[in-house]
């Protein structure tokens, strides 16, 4: 017997209702309940039940405003590639908790490669990057290196 919609399983255990829940979701947070339900083929009351079931669990982290960076005065936009003096644990995990605390830090990448991390940073302007990189990476002294490559322009993907 195939289980009720209204089962609650966990995030590992997702079915073809919750996936398609957050296919719809991915490509418009701002979807309302009803139109969600309609969309998945569930009843309005399953749906939010789902979706409650899948904050609650983190399949869905959060929902957000992708707004213009140059609108809130920050249209300068980096990554900056960092590389790590140590790589045990706790080092990797001190700099990570942080470096997503940092001012103008968007995204903290944790990546395999040559370099650790790639931060996704925005600033007011190319003073204000090479600030930001000189008063809170160089001087702290879990990192060894650092490269900065600007963005000319970002494309948000559907994926």
Do not use: K
């Not at 003073?127 to 490269?147: E, G, I, M, S, Y």
């Amino acid at each position: 017997m195939p289980p009720s919609p209204n089962d609650v399983r966990p995030s590992t255990a997702l079915d073809d209702v919750d996936r398609a829940i957050l296919t719809e979701l991915a490509a418009d947070g701002r979807l309302p309940n009803n139109a969600l339900a309609e969309r998945v083929g569930v009843a309005p009351s399953t749906c939010l039940t789902r979706t409650r079931v899948l904050r609650e669990s983190g399949a869905i982290r959060g929902f957000h405003a992708e707004v213009d960076p140059a609108a809130i005065g920050l249209p300068l936009q980096a990554l900056v590639s960092v590389r790590l003096t140590a790589h045990e644990r706790a080092a990797v995990d001190a700099f990570r908790a942080r470096s997503v605390r940092l001012p103008g830090v968007v995204s903290v990448f944790h990546v395999a490669g040559a370099e650790d991390y790639v931060l996704h940073v925005r600033a007011a302007s190319g003073d204000a990057l090479r600030d930001f990189v000189l008063d809170h990476l160089a001087v702290d002294p879990a990192v060894q290196h650092t490269q900065t490559s600007l963005i000319f322009e970002q494309a948000r993907g559907m994926g």
